[in-house]
């Protein structure tokens, strides 16, 4: 059977939508280690540890905070892009002031950011009344627009573009 993508209504088949060069997003599987197995994990600082899986209660608390991974470059990869979030969420609080979302004012404008993989192109959207996830990515225009300006490597770390 023929998977459809719903678009506006439209249902279209996704092998269709493939064709055009739209892509999936990836979607990153749990990695759960053998009894014994080597596995890698950030530090709060950052730094990054291995272990051996051995069932513990430090190795079940990593485990449920998704914070084991199988290879150093996957830990790695996730530490440099949380920092580069946190760079720029904390940049977007800096320059928007006392402006906060009002989620009850249909009026007000709350951009966020967003990237599109066809043709690689990231831009400033708008909304006025629906929130998306991380509500903290909404902030005001010219905020995202200093952040997009200035700041356009941790934002390819953020949405993982090479």
């Known amino acids: 059977m023929t998977k459809m993508i719903s678009i506006d209504g439209i249902q279209i088949p996704e092998s269709k939508i493939l064709e055009l060069g739209y892509t999936k997003p990836k979607v990153s599987r749990v990695f759960i280690p053998e009894k014994k197995e080597k596995y890698y994990f950030s530090y709060s600082d950052g730094e990054i540890g291995s272990d051996s899986y051995t069932k513990t209660s430090i190795d079940t608390k990593r485990l449920a905070l998704g914070n084991v991974f199988e290879t150093e470059e996957e830990i790695t990869q996730l530490v440099d892009k949380r920092q580069a979030t946190t760079r720029v969420l904390n940049k977007l609080r800096e320059l928007e002031g006392d402006w906060e979302a009002d989620w009850n004012d249909q009026h007000q404008e709350?951009?966020?950011?967003?990237?599109?993989?066809?043709?690689?192109?990231?831009?400033?959207?708008?909304?006025?009344?629906?929130?998306?996830?991380?509500?903290?990515?909404?902030?005001?225009?010219?905020?995202?627009?200093?952040?997009?300006?200035?700041?356009?490597?941790?934002?390819?770390?953020?949405?993982?573009?090479?």
Request: proline share 4%; with cysteine; charged share 25%.
């Open 110 to 162: 709350k951009c966020l950011i967003a990237y599109t993989p066809r043709t690689k192109n990231m831009f400033i959207a708008a909304d006025y009344l629906h929130t998306s996830s991380p509500i903290e990515y909404h902030s005001t225009k010219e905020a995202w627009e200093y952040v997009m300006d200035n700041m356009r490597e941790d934002l390819k770390l953020m949405f993982g573009i090479e």
